[in-house]
């Protein structure tokens, strides 16, 4: 964890890189710091994961509308000025990355920030041990 999911209307990969988006978004979850400079996620945890909706309906159906819903998922612990620090990267990247999609359509978007408080937490794969400081 942290897991960064979209959900997004399929039409929109006609005219969004989707993956350019995915991979921008992991390099500036990435690069938060927190008070101490610390990285605040850890690399071989991060996670931004892209899905189509096979079925959707967007406002009044009235057009062709898209919506991208963008749901990052972290662990409790950070504090409120990081918070806003991820909110703000990943802001800026969305605003950035998809200024040409909503120059020509509308989009609604929409990020959250999830932190909860996990029942059961188990990391079973090997990828976190590429990254480990040495």
């Given at each position: 964890?942290p897991?960064?999911?979209?959900?997004?209307?399929?039409?929109l990969?006609?005219?969004?890189?989707?993956?350019?988006?995915?991979?921008?978004?992991?390099?500036?979850?990435?690069?938060?710091?927190?008070?101490?400079?610390?990285?605040?996620?850890?690399?071989?945890?991060?996670?931004?994961?892209?899905?189509?909706?096979?079925?959707?309906?967007?406002?009044?159906g009235?057009?062709?509308?898209?919506?991208?819903?963008?749901?990052?998922?972290?662990?409790?612990?950070?504090?409120?000025?990081?918070?806003?620090?991820?909110?703000?990267?990943?802001?800026?990247?969305?605003?950035?990355?998809?200024?040409?999609?909503?120059?020509?359509?509308?989009?609604?978007?929409?990020?959250?920030?999830?932190?909860?408080?996990?029942?059961?937490d188990?990391?079973?794969g090997?990828?976190?041990?590429?990254?480990?400081?040495?």
């Amino acid at each position: 964890m942290p897991h960064l999911v979209m959900l997004y209307t399929p039409q929109l990969e006609a005219q969004a890189d989707l993956s350019r988006l995915c991979r921008k978004l992991a390099d500036a979850m990435l690069s938060v710091r927190d008070e101490q400079g610390a990285q605040v996620f850890p690399t071989g945890g991060t996670r931004v994961l892209a899905y189509p909706a096979a079925h959707y309906a967007v406002a009044d159906g009235s057009g062709d509308h898209g919506f991208i819903y963008f749901n990052v998922r972290m662990a409790r612990g950070r504090s409120a000025a990081v918070h806003q620090s991820i909110g703000e990267a990943l802001s800026a990247v969305v605003r950035e990355e998809l200024a040409p999609l909503l120059a020509a359509r509308p989009v609604g978007l929409t990020l959250q920030i999830d932190e909860g408080h996990e029942v059961f937490d188990a990391k079973l794969g090997n990828l976190h041990p590429l990254f480990a400081k040495k």
